[in-house]
């Protein structure tokens, strides 16, 4: 049987410098790749700037046209809900700022827990529900590979094993940190791997999808 | 004698591959929303035209060679590889189903630029030898008579006799020095050629001097479509000759909106050095003589007019206002279709598709999202400024039996010019 | 001797009244989460009660733990339980001294073999390590314990040094520290952990023990379930506000004089089960959290190396910033190192390129 100090203590200690480590590594080294490539120079005369559209297609790209959430309601409604909410429960959860704060050394107001304990159960549901639509929309479900499916797995569990943790439903307490720790450690090894690097590179790829149509006078 | 093969694909692929390339390739997540951007997947329900999907050769190369984990995965043999098969399957999703739109660029919540890849998986596929026939021989035609259509300057010549002799104006021909050097395209040119006639009347209207260049007049490049930038360097290349041997600054793409792409944004880095000229489609200078007050017209179109935008032209070159600022010199009546400019739908006869004639099908399924669009707003008659997306909607609405005429703006404008001595 | 009256004539012997016991028995009761009409039995049960022999063994320890339950302001039934039981072996409350004091623990160990208890506070080097490390009349810890528990009924490890190995085995551990259960073999073991345990508590447990005459429930770590079932965080009066998100930020802020919840000044009373939250210290009189102190988890096993007693429980122990600073360099380094492999094979691309020629298109019509 584990002791689920130690086990506790384990997740705190190496098993989150490891986790800490491969994901940097991996991260790291996914961006410089990219960067590294480059582009080609264009000499072709711009209509417009790049930097700028680039920038704001970085927010903008956030909310789905109109034509499109018609389309498809749910994927936008539910694709945006669980992702703010996972964030809201990511970074505006106190223990979650108290540890950002002891790793980086930069800290914000956090919500109130209850608060976030709401957010948290909404978001486990609209994740729930992306998950039904991956397995039942004919495009999704053509288009998904067994990676989806890993990822989706370990972004819900930390948001599960979080909950549970909050309303103390594994006994001891410690066990019940200290799954919801490992989930994350899991969730932070796969990330360099797998799609969920988007959640650094959407950011390259906005920029550049801006600076490429900003190029050409489009506020894409 | 050299041969296309799979590694001149891959290392097409390979070439093609650069930061933003990996970036998009880096955030996909695999949503579908692409899926419902695209007319090809939206008109036929099948998920395979999901515009990523039309992706996988080029991103399985960026996996297992451009990123150090798909590099290891293939050590061990886990890195799945493109095969002369796949590419050879892939064709009909590069090709047939899709126009280049640029749609789902703009609808992609992470930010890629679909059409920007598939436009570079378009070099591989040439490279492999994978490219559709009616585009080679469209290309093979461009190369080798100057025209995708095969057409002389005899043919051309016969037409601007015509014109002269109606309207009674020079078409000027190889003069140095002119204001602008105007292109046509081949489509323009059998199919309408009211085209020609409308630019002669509206440039004597506003006093600016052109030319026509024997050396070149085609301004379609269907290097670009079937995406080889070896032959489109070569084809842009005889723009640049003409337009510097006439010592011209200004270059006008006609009402094409691929053409304009081509000459606009992509020739200045086939030929790998910016141009000593500007190029503006029709629309534009149009809309600047009108800003400048150069065009005076008279009376109004009273009929419901509405206005397909060219995705070449709108989405993917952002003029948008322009064409809105000319609809409102000329139409009392103009209502737009719900989703236009930058979001608008495209005929579906972009990007190669209506020069490959085994994408027939494709095409008239593509076109169903404009029609229904049409049907949305009901207009009488509707304008456009593509060649290739007029011939479209023609045949398109006549297939459906839908009787609504299509226009060219600038016939329609050379119809609103205040007569000469009117003016006087 | 003293050895053969039962506990309740050692207490009329004591001039404890039948009510003063009845009411230590309904505290027993409730202590243990026992109806109260449970107190006549534990009443009858603690009067037929032996005393029996108790022999208290000290090891590496700061003797905190009895202090803690010896501190009472006032004769309290806590006093009252620790005369009536007979203990005798203690060597820092006893009298005798040397070979004195050995010999009274020989002397009881013999008497009451199979049924005396062992109460043993602090840790123990080891069977590995140097045995010099710790003595009592020349003879190692883990000798004294080996030979103690062989004719144990039962062993309680008081405090969290006996419990977890406590203090002394904190990293580096120089002297093998152990905690008794792990050399305790089939002897049971009940852990009342806690550095130092609440006074009740460990009287409580013995009280327990009289009572029923068998090992109390437990949980995991052999902790008495009755006093070590809930933790801190889930008794806490300062729960509340960690429920609205109210936070002390620092020891002298609003928020503190407030007596809003402690988490973020490095409170474990979420991780923690113990019962300072329902009993309090001092004859009831506070607790830490009330003093305005973040609990540091002392019940637990590893308090003493999990990381800063001000950091939040969610903080991670480590340097986690400098490991995210060398590996992320080095992932620069090495996606550096690939992405430049990639570009020369573009390089080596480009060299062998051939363009693509309108005939060789051709070919394929
Ligand atoms: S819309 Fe973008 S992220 Fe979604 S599947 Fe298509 S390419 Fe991927
Ligand atoms: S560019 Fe247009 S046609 Fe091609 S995949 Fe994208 S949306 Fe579909
Ligand atoms: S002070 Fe500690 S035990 Fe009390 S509620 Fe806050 S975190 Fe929990
Ligand atoms: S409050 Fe916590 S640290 Fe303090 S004595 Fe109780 S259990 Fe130990």
């Given at each position: 049987m584990i002791d689920p100090m130690d086990f506790l203590l384990w997740t705190k200690g190496p098993m989150f410098d490891w986790a800490i480590a491969i994901f940097a590594l991996g991260m790291l080294a996914r961006l410089v790749e990219i960067f590294m490539l480059g582009r080609k120079p264009n000499y072709a005369e711009p209509r417009g700037g790049e930097w700028g559209p680039g920038f704001r297609t970085i927010f903008t790209r956030s909310v789905a046209d109109a034509g499109t959430f018609q389309r498809a309601p749910f994927n936008v409604v539910i694709g945006t809900v669980w992702h703010v909410g996972f964030f809201i429960a990511l970074l505006l959860f106190i223990p979650h700022i108290e540890l950002i704060y002891s790793v980086l050394g930069i800290r914000w107001p956090g919500l109130p827990n209850p608060v976030v304990d709401a957010v948290t159960a909404i978001t486990i549901l609209a994740m729930i529900g992306a998950l039904i639509h991956r397995l039942r929309n004919p495009v999704m479900k053509h288009i998904s590979t067994f990676e989806d499916y890993l990822v989706w797995t370990v972004t819900f569990l930390p948001l599960i094993t979080g909950y549970i943790a909050y309303h103390r439903m594994i006994d001891p307490y410690p066990l019940a940190l200290g799954l919801h720790i490992l989930a994350a450690e899991i969730f932070l090894i796969v990330l360099p791997f797998t799609k969920l690097t988007h959640m650094f590179t959407v950011f390259i790829a906005r920029w550049y999808n801006g600076a490429i149509f900003g190029r050409k006078g489009v506020a894409s | 004698m050299s041969e296309l093969s799979l590694e001149r694909g891959l290392a097409a692929f390979r070439e093609e591959i650069d930061a933003p390339v990996a970036a998009f390739f880096s955030s996909c997540i695999r949503c579908g929303l692409c899926a419902t951007a695209c007319p090809f997947y939206v008109e036929?329900?099948?998920?395979?035209?999901t515009p990523i999907l039309k992706l996988e050769p080029m991103r399985r190369v960026w996996a297992s060679e451009f990123t150090l984990w798909g590099r290891l995965k293939g050590l061990v043999g886990l890195a799945p590889k493109v095969t002369d098969e796949m590419l050879a399957e892939w064709e009909e999703l590069l090709y047939d189903s899709c126009s280049m739109c640029g749609r789902c660029s703009l609808v992609c919540p992470v930010g890629n630029d679909l059409q920007y890849m598939i436009r570079k998986s378009r070099e591989a596929m040439v490279a492999s030898g994978h490219a559709p026939e009616g585009l080679i021989g469209a290309a093979s035609r461009a190369i080798r008579t100057g025209s995708p259509m095969g057409l002389q300057w005899k043919t051309l010549d016969v037409q601007i006799k015509h014109v002269e002799s109606s309207t009674g104006l020079e078409v000027p021909v190889d003069k140095p020095g002119v204001e602008y050097m105007v292109l046509l395209s081949s489509m323009e040119i059998i199919n309408f050629p009211e085209y020609l006639e409308a630019i002669a009347k509206i440039f004597d209207h506003a006093g600016v001097t052109w030319t026509l260049s024997t050396d070149c007049y085609e301004a379609t490049n269907a290097g670009i479509q079937i995406g080889s930038k070896d032959i489109a360097a070569e084809l842009v290349q005889r723009v640049v000759d003409a337009a510097v041997k006439l010592k011209v600054k200004k270059v006008i793409s006609p009402e094409c909106g691929h053409a304009y792409t081509a000459i606009r944004w992509e020739g200045p880095n086939l030929i790998g050095k910016s141009y000593p000229f500007r190029v503006f489609h029709i629309i534009e200078v149009l809309d600047e003589l009108r800003a400048a007050g150069r065009i005076k017209t008279e009376g109004k179109e009273t009929d419901r007019l509405s206005l397909h935008d060219p995705c070449n032209l709108?989405?993917?070159?952002?003029?948008?206002?322009q064409q809105r600022n000319l609809m409102d010199l000329v139409a009392d009546n103009f209502v737009d279709l719900k989703e236009h400019g930058k979001y608008q739908w495209c005929c579906g006869a972009g990007g190669g598709v209506s020069s490959n004639e085994r994408a027939e099908h494709l095409k008239m399924a593509a076109f169903k999202r404009k029609k229904a669009q049409i049907e949305e707003v009901g207009p009488d008659r509707m304008v456009t400024m593509c060649a290739t997306c007029r011939t479209q909607l023609e045949e398109g609405l006549e297939e459906f039996n839908m009787d609504i005429p299509v226009v060219g703006l600038t016939e329609m404008i050379a119809e609103h010019l205040v007569e000469k001595e009117q003016r006087a | 001797m003293a050895h053969h009256k039962t506990l309740g004539e050692s207490l009329r012997a004591h001039g404890v009244s039948r009510r003063g016991f009845l009411k230590f028995c309904a505290a027993t009761a409730s202590m243990m989460a026992l109806p109260p009409t449970m107190t006549p039995a534990i009443a009858a049960a603690l009067e037929q009660a032996r005393r029996p022999s108790v022999i208290w063994l000290s090891f590496q320890e700061c003797t905190g733990c009895t202090e803690s339950l010896t501190?009472?302001?006032?004769?309290?039934v806590e006093d009252l339980i620790l005369d009536v039981i007979s203990l005798d072996y203690h060597h820092t409350l006893q009298a005798a001294s040397g070979e004195a004091a050995e010999h009274a623990r020989e002397v009881a160990m013999r008497e009451n073999f199979g049924n005396y208890l062992v109460v043993v506070d602090g840790s123990l080097p080891g069977p590995d390590s140097n045995p010099g490390y710790s003595t009592i009349a020349g003879i190692s810890n883990y000798q004294m314990l080996m030979e103690t528990l062989e004719g144990a009924a039962a062993v309680v490890a008081v405090g969290t040094c006996a419990a977890f190995g406590g203090l002394p085995q904190a990293n580096p551990n120089p002297t093998g520290a152990v905690a008794v259960q792990t050399l305790a073999g089939d002897k049971p073991v009940i852990n009342v952990p806690g550095?130092?345990?609440?006074p009740m508590v460990i009287t409580g447990v013995l009280a327990q023990y009289l009572t029923f005459g068998k090992l109390p429930e437990m949980d995991q770590y052999n902790r008495p379930l009755a006093f070590f079932g809930q933790s801190i965080h889930d008794r806490c009066y300062r729960r509340p506000f960690y429920d609205k998100g109210l936070?002390?930020?620092?020891?002298?802020?609003e928020g503190a004089r407030a007596g809003w919840c402690l988490y973020r000044l490095g409170c474990k009373g979420p991780s923690t089960y113990n019962a300072c939250a329902t009993m309090r210290w001092n004859a009831g009189t506070s607790w830490p959290v009330e003093a305005g102190h973040p609990c540091l988890?002392?019940?637990?096993?590893k308090f003493w190396d999990a990381g800063g007693f001000y950091d939040a429980l969610s903080v991670p122990p480590g340097d986690t910033g400098s490991t995210l600073l060398a590996a992320g360099v080095s992932g620069a380094i090495i996606g550096g190192a690939a992405a430049a492999l990639a570009k020369r094979r573009q390089k080596a691309d480009l060299a062998e390129r051939q363009p693509v020629k309108i005939d060789e298109l051709e070919q394929k019509l």
């Open positions: - | 036929t329900g099948d998920p395979k035209y709108a989405r993917k070159s952002g003029v948008i206002d | 501190r009472s302001h006032s004769p309290t550095c130092p345990p609440v936070f002390a930020e620092t020891f002298d802020d988890g002392c019940s637990e096993p």
